[in-house]
């Protein structure tokens, strides 16, 4: 038998890794998006989002040419997107993308290195470690803070939880990683009434269970009442949250943090947007003494406007962190520099630390902070402008969530849709205090005041067809 036996396949695939001119075509429709993106509508219209359709077809068994695959992507895909990149996309809290961000990581993607271990990846070693470095630099953590590169706040949260949980059933003599929960010593788990659903999420994951949390009432921003928060001890895990997801509100980390630490719980901070008002010379008041927490989780792809798929979860216990997400094997070769799998549930993973290092590095300290501030000054003047045209402003515009309507909640969810249906911009919804609000969330370098000025005609114009149509009913 011919052990030698060539498979075409593979053959092809050689041949076209050697084919510039398809990376070439790939980079032109790129640049003709990026283009592009100014004048297209925000979110999709209905002759795109039909055009999908073609992609619903049965895997072929033949193989596929590059250029049509690449083609096809372009022409039924890019139209289908959500103009997420330009300056009028204020759906939930999505960030724009800083250019050379975008740029490294094409780069990045190009070498195709696994973060899993130093030895496979010693540019990506480096990085994180500078990353780490700087993160700690830019909010002033502990000198001694880890940092770990995962996909998303959801999982920075999971790990930063984990540690936290682990830490405090070793502290009560029991290894929880090793002997399960079944007879784990109970802890006690404290969030705020508005709290994310990421952070039930990863309770329910833990095994800490969802429901058990002690939830403490919030004040009219969406802020744990400091008050009420009486039960603190060496068993409890108390997460904070630096940003609401709806008003932007920050907890009182000076005096929650303080309590905390004195009575021997572990703090855990959901940061995942609001996090980064702590690089900001103007806006840090908001963090007061959140680096006396234990654990934070952010995202780089929110208001840092990185690229997506890149949280962070950071830990002042470097050692907690990476108990809880050691993993063993005889391949696995540990190095004594910066092995990123000790930091993160993944093995394999991105090298997204490349992203995150060009971000700061273009940025640099006086970036990050004037970036953050001007989001803030944008969410300002949009409801400033939002209330002297007579919509409603529900809270306090301390960061960059904006709440609005225009009272009545029927016409408030019937101009939310026209206002999503007219493609000038995009918000979504929410509910405060059982009300529906539109909710908008200033979250691009890309946003001007123009942009705010035309997306505050779409408002206008939207409520005054609602209130036209209505009256022609009557
Ligand atoms: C977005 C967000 C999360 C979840 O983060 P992902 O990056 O989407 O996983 C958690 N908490 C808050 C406050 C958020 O805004």
Known sequence: MDCKKSRIVSDRLREEALDMKLFEQVKDYAVEYMNNIPDQPVSPDQNSIDGLNVFREPLSVDS?????????????????TVAQTGGRYFGFVNGGIIPVSLAAKWLSDTWDQNAALYIMSPVTSVLEE??????????NFPAETAAGFVGGTSTALLC??????????????????????????????????????????????????SERAIKIPMDHQGRMSVDAVTKLD?????????????????????VLCQKARAAGSWVHVDGAFGLWAAASNKLKYLTKGIENANSWSLDAHKTLNAPYDNGIIMCADREALTKAL???????IYSDKRDGMLYTPDMSRRARAVELWAALKSLGKN??????????????????????????????????????????????????????????CWCGGAKWNNVPVIRISICSYRTTYEDIDRSLDAFIKAREEILKDIEGTL
């Open 367 to 424: 970036g990050v902070s004037e970036l953050v501030e001007d989001l803030h000054d944008k969410s300002v003047y949009f409801a400033e402008k939002l209330q002297q045209n007579n919509f409603i402003i529900h809270n306090n515009v301390t960061f960059n969530q904006i709440l609005t309507s225009v009272g009545n909640p029927d016409i408030t969810e019937k101009t939310l849709n026209k206002i999503q249906a007219s493609g000038n």
């Open 64 to 80: 596929g040419d590059p250029y049509e695959i690449i083609g096809m992507l372009h022409q039924y895909g890019s139209s289908a």
């Open 130 to 139: 500078v990353c780490e470095k700087w993160l700690i630099d830019l909010f």
């Open 234 to 254: 060496s068993r409890t895990l108390l997460v904070l949250q630096a940003g609401n997801v709806n008003t932007g509100s920050f907890d009182n980390f000076e």
């Open 160 to 209: 930063g939880l984990t540690a936290g949980r682990n830490r405090l059933m070793e502290q009560l003599g029991y290894d929880v990683s090793k002997k399960g929960l079944f007879n784990a010593p109970e802890i006690r788990v404290i969030l705020g009434e508005g709290a994310h659903s990421s952070v039930y999420k990863a309770l329910s994951i833990l095994g800490l269970g």
């Open 326 to 332: 050691h993993m063993t094997g005889s391949y696995i």
